[in-house]
């Protein structure tokens, strides 16, 4: 778990960028950049510094902002001048200055969970959340996945407004990692027998489907996995054009994002 996603969430949203923006100028995609931020995924030293750049900030930034308060009373007991008005505010600092301080910092940690969940709500009811209709799961693999691209009872939610797209699928399991997660959401265009040259698609064969890498080549459709296990997740060709009874569709990946909670 990283330390400085909440470092970048802040400073986005404070030059009102929002992922989608931030994806474009960083070159991350927009389901990596929500578990970035939420502390999903490891950054290592260049994440920081393309992030920093893209933010118009130093990295160090990103981790003074990270930086735990001192203590509890600092955080919650107001100056002279300002000092609480209501009997629950009261009543909390008074129990706090009893608490042991490791009973302190346990209801700092608490507090702090509770206040970032209220900003994340105040910042969704800020912006509108858009309704996305997906189909049975994408899956990469050996075998592929049963696909129905009219099976789209099912949906989520988003605060990222969605590209033109065809048809949206849900992805199945880690077979994609590094560059999608279990439960993300691939919006999929079709543009049937285009030459292709490495872009992400779901390639529909038959009843099977299979998302990977695509290179048209002389001896076919050359299908070439993301993620790195070659033993579990190997490359292979289809014959193209197909067999007569052979039904190919090819959905390419405009883009994708990580649901969040309607």
Request: glycine share 6%; charged share 25%.
């Amino acid at each position: 778990m990283n330390i400085l996603g909440n470092s970048i969430k802040e400073i986005r949203k404070s030059k009102k960028m929002t992922q989608t923006e931030l994806s474009k100028l960083t070159g991350f995609k927009q389901n990596t950049i929500s578990n970035h931020e939420n502390g999903k995924r490891q950054l290592d030293e260049t994440d920081i510094r393309t992030y920093a750049a893209a933010l118009g900030v130093e990295p160090q930034q990103l981790f003074n902002l990270s930086k735990p308060t001192p203590s509890l009373l600092s955080a919650v007991t107001p100056p002279p001048s300002q000092k609480p008005t209501d009997e629950l505010t009261e009543t909390i600092i008074e129990t706090v200055r009893e608490l042991s301080p490791e009973g302190k910092k346990s209801v700092l940690g608490y507090a702090r969970e509770v206040l970032e969940r209220e900003e994340d709500e105040a910042a969704l009811a800020e912006q509108p959340l858009f309704t996305i209709y997906y189909t049975s799961a994408a899956k990469a693999g050996p075998t592929g996945f049963s696909y129905d691209d009219y099976d789209n009872d099912k949906y989520v939610y988003t605060d990222e407004e969605p590209p033109r797209y065809d048809i949206a699928t849900m992805v199945d399991g880690w077979s994609m990692a590094p560059d999608y997660d279990d439960g993300d959401i691939l919006y999929l265009r079709d543009y049937g027998t285009s030459h292709y040259n490495g872009q992400e698609c779901v390639v529909v064969v038959d009843d099977k489907n299979y998302f990977k890498k695509v290179y048209t080549t002389n001896d076919g459709l050359l299908l070439v996995s993301i993620n790195e296990d070659k033993d579990q997740f190997p490359d292979f060709t289809i014959p193209f054009p197909p067999n007569e009874d052979t039904h190919i569709k090819i959905f390419e990946v405009v883009g994708s994002f990580t649901p969040v909670e309607g």
